[in-house]
């Protein structure tokens, strides 16, 4: 699930940062509160978000219903763009002649990201729980569709979602030795 309207969604700002603020606008919160009340059916057993706080508030809003363990994880925080606080089209403008491999100064490029969150599909497969929801980041669900729907990777940058929006899918179950390799 990507996280609720943030006031950097609102302001069109890069925010890679775990750096404490406001994490969610109202209307976040109220977006947040819908996933939570579309969620309260599904038994989850386990919540992960990354670091980002508007991922830990969107989390820990669906997971009023649940009371289930949250864990925090640096994998799925969102990509380091390296334009912290600065307008997203401008960290867009430097990456445009190689969206996959540019990495801006203090960033990481769209495949680094791609094999970040790829380990922790790795890790959530090995978890003994069966139903555990994921907040993360537009960037960090491209990866997953693309992942778990075995896109090629200019089709994963072409992909958008909207704050709230949910994908659900079923890890497959790993034989000895085997393990998830980024395509």
Known sequence: MRHAESPYNVLGLC??????????????????????RELAPVPLQRVCCSELPRARRTAA????????????????NDIRTGFNG?????????????????????GESRLEHKQRVVAFLEWLRAQPEDT?????????????????????????????FANCDQLRYQLPARASGQSLAAS
Request: proline share 7%.
């Open 15 to 36: 925010n890679d940062r775990p750096a404490p603020g406001r994490a969610l606008t109202d209307q976040g919160v109220e977006q947040a509160r819908q996933a939570a």
């Open 61 to 76: 809003i669906v997971n009023e219903h649940h009371g289930a363990a949250i864990t925090v994880s640096s994998l799925i």
């Open 86 to 106: 600065r307008p997203a089209h401008e960290h867009f403008r430097a990456i445009a002649a190689d969206p996959l491999n540019a990495r801006p100064p203090g």
């Open 132 to 160: 555990i929801l994921t907040v993360a980041h537009e960037e960090t669900l491209r990866v997953v569709r693309a992942y778990f729907e075995g896109l090629d990777d200019r089709t994963m940058l072409e992909l958008s």
